[in-house]
């Protein structure tokens, strides 16, 4: 689904593995409704943060949330600030250049193009898309000009504003401003992109990797997870 991420640090040789912790911090944007935001307690909440509660309850780990921007989400990872990724992250070759991926918690999710008029320019005009996103990378593979923000609802207002003819991103994180706004429409075909979404680790953490990809596993064997993305995303596809 999303997100190709420039640039990385290096990880520091003081750096503690999740596995010798006694808490497993997670990461996440918290700004990337409905997979995860910040409700008007001030917590995560959203698909990801039942989802990670629920995996961190079948690995038998204490968990806490961390929210983190996006634009730093992989090299603060990698530099040991938090101990996974879980934030809508599609699973990329380049990002698993960097670090290492559980398997797919939602399956290849469509990319999807809004704009304001039926004939909006989305191959030649001016598109906008998130900072670091698979949608960013496609829109430079086109002959688009690319208009970039570091939040998604940014994206989106471009479009509303005019500074944009089109954007791109996830369409289960349109949708529901193409249904709330009589303004905003999709355009064109859906774009296939990524290889579904999946928790990030650093590459030298295989046991907690291990430890949520088993978890992951379990919850698709008793379709507690099939229930959840149904519930939470539900023009995403599912598994069977």
């Not at 640039?7 to 996440?28: E, N, P, W």
């Not at 909006?120 to 996103?133: L, P, R």
Request: hydrophobic share 40%; glycine share 8%.
């Amino acid at each position: 689904m999303k997100r190709i991420l420039l640039g990385t640090a290096l990880l520091a040789a003081s750096v503690v593995t999740a596995s010798a912790q006694d808490v497993i911090r997670l990461g996440t944007e918290g700004a990337y409704p409905p997979y995860n935001f910040i409700d008007d307690s001030g917590e995560v909440a959203g698909f990801e943060r039942v989802l990670g509660d629920e995996l961190c309850k079948r690995a038998e780990l204490t968990c806490e949330w961390v929210t983190n921007d996006w634009d730093s989400i992989i090299p603060n990872l990698v530099s040991g600030n938090y101990d996974a990724i879980i934030a809508g992250m599609s699973i990329t070759a380049e990002r698993a250049e960097k670090i290492a991926f559980s398997q797919n918690y939602v399956p290849p999710s469509p990319s999807a193009y809004v704009g304001l008029t039926e004939d909006a320019d989305t191959t030649g005009g001016v598109v906008a898309a998130q900072t670091g996103t698979i949608q960013a990378d496609h829109v430079t593979s086109t002959d688009a000009s690319l208009l970039e923000y570091p939040n998604p609802e940014e994206v989106v207002a471009a479009v509303r504003s005019g500074e944009a003819d089109a954007a791109l991103a996830d369409k289960d994180f349109l949708t529901p401003f193409v249904e709330n706004d009589g303004d905003l429409m999709f355009v064109g075909d859906d774009v296939p992109l990524g290889d579904g979404i999946g928790m990030g680790f650093r590459q030298s953490d295989d046991e907690t990797r291990a430890k949520f990809d088993a978890a992951i596993q379990s919850m698709k064997d008793d379709g507690t997870l099939k229930a959840l993305i149904t519930e939470w995303l539900p023009d995403s596809p599912n598994f069977d």
